[in-house]
């Protein structure tokens, strides 16, 4: 103010403006200290295969195997990203189901590397009909919504962390 005589400009934002502000500060901050905070490759190989072989429960749900078609799905689980996430640090991730219709559900995983600025974003759909169309029953399409949005997350985690970088602590 300027001898009592000027009024301060006071800017109100939209509810949407405002949750991208907030949101945009809130990766600024993240990112600042990731830069700050570097990770190291070495110790992120020796902590996630320290976690995910620290007994046998845990070894066992770092993977999947799904019969289909005659043939097994087999491939790194939840369970395993999860660990990759802690142990790689400076991430965030998140996923969410974003619709339901009458025969799928779909959800969103994404991640981003606040160190590297490298982000992803997976769709999932996952039918929520059995082998007759018939559409399963609110508990199911729970599950269903849950099992989505784990195998986006998933996807989301290992599209920003190399594979290559996790191949070792899955074989182990």
């Known amino acids: 103010m300027n001898n009592g005589t000027q009024k301060e400009e006071i800017e109100i934002l939209d509810s949407s403006t405002a949750l991208s502000v907030i949101n945009r500060v809130e990766i600024d901050s993240l990112t600042a200290t990731a830069k700050q905070y570097p990770r190291s490759i070495k110790e992120f190989k020796r902590s996630a295969m320290e976690l995910a072989t620290l007994d046998e429960e845990t070894a066992a749900s ?7 078609a005659g043939k097994n799905i ?29 025969k799928y559900v779909t959800a969103m995983g994404s ?30 399409i729970g599950v269903t919504s849950n099992a989505a949005c784990s195998i986006a ?20």
């Not at 790689?88 to 996923?95: A, D, K, P, Q």
């Not at 590397?113 to 199911?140: C, P, Q, S, W, Y």
């Not at 997350?153 to 182990?172: C, G, M, N, S, W």
Request: hydrophobic share 40%; proline share 2%.
């Open 62 to 68: 770092m993977f999947f195997s799904l019969p289909r």
């Open 74 to 102: 087999q491939g790194m689980s939840v369970r395993m990203a999860e660990v990759c996430q802690s142990c790689f640090g400076n991430m965030r991730s998140e996923s969410d189901v974003v619709s339901i219709d009458e």
């Open 111 to 140: 991640c981003i590397d606040l160190e590297k600025n490298v982000a992803t974003r997976i769709r999932v759909k996952r039918r929520i009909t059995d082998k007759h169309g018939k559409r399963f029953n609110d508990d199911m």
């Open 153 to 172: 997350l998933r996807e989301a985690i290992f599209k920003v962390i190399p594979r290559a970088l996790v191949k070792d602590i899955y074989q182990a």
